[in-house]
């Protein structure tokens, strides 16, 4: 009959790991909200070909969301400068916002902004539809949607005389 050692032999690696590997189990959605993680992209080929969750952000994505954060107020603004040269809202929600109130307007279309970027942020990595396009790339898409409608706002306003 043969002993067990209650000391079985260890290799010196595995005595100083203090938790499971972590490469087992994938990052979890809600690491986003967490302010010290480390994953900024997939390291492995095979990983970027699906989708994956990070817990970092490049520098690039939040000059993105900052943007669009900014769009959102200037547009805003320029709306209520063309509405008060005689122009008219067409998004019927943000005309039911402007007749409650100006703050309810600028607090409505703000927050319909910011309320959507969680998601767009956790989910950057997903691809859309089957499609090549990730979930990412709507936000530098909805920044260049947004130059487009300044511009056209200010070349009303200068057609209106709301200068």
Same mark, same amino acid.
């Given at each position: 009959?043969?002993?067990?050692?209650?000391?079985?032999?260890?290799?010196?690696?595995?005595?100083?790991?203090?938790?499971?590997?972590?490469?087992?189990?994938?990052?979890?959605?809600?690491?986003?909200?967490?302010?010290?993680?480390?994953?900024?992209?997939?390291?492995?080929?095979?990983?970027?070909?699906?989708?994956?969750?990070?817990?970092?952000?490049?520098?690039?994505?939040?000059?993105?969301?900052?943007?669009?954060?900014?769009?959102?107020?200037?547009?805003?603004?320029?709306?209520?400068?063309?509405?008060?040269?005689?122009?008219?809202?067409?998004?019927?929600?943000?005309?039911?916002?402007?007749? +409650?109130?100006?703050? $309810?307007? %600028?607090?409505?279309?703000? *927050? !319909?902004?910011?309320?959507? @970027?969680? &998601?767009?942020?956790?989910?950057?990595?997903?691809?859309?539809?089957?499609?090549?396009?990730?979930?990412? +790339?709507?936000?530098? $898409?909805? %920044?260049?949607?947004?130059? *487009? !409608?300044?511009?056209?706002? @200010?070349? &009303?306003?200068?057609?209106?005389?709301?200068?």
């Amino acid at each position: 009959m043969q002993s067990k050692s209650p000391n079985p032999v260890v290799s010196p690696a595995a005595e100083h790991r203090s938790q499971s590997d972590r490469r087992k189990t994938p990052t979890s959605v809600w690491r986003a909200f967490l302010p010290n993680g480390r994953r900024l992209r997939s390291r492995r080929r095979h990983e970027h070909c699906r989708p994956y969750f990070v817990d970092r952000y490049s520098s690039a994505m939040f000059l993105g969301v900052v943007m669009l954060i900014l769009a959102t107020l200037i547009d805003a603004i320029l709306t209520v400068q063309i509405l008060r040269a005689g122009g008219e809202e067409v998004n019927p929600l943000m005309d039911r916002l402007l007749n +409650h109130s100006l703050e $309810a307007f %600028v607090l409505g279309k703000y *927050l !319909l902004t910011v309320l959507g @970027l969680p &998601l767009l942020l956790i989910f950057k990595n997903h691809y859309l539809f089957g499609t090549r396009l990730r979930v990412g +790339h709507l936000v530098p $898409a909805a %920044v260049a949607l947004y130059g *487009l !409608l300044i511009a056209y706002q @200010l070349v &009303l306003m200068h057609q209106c005389g709301g200068w």
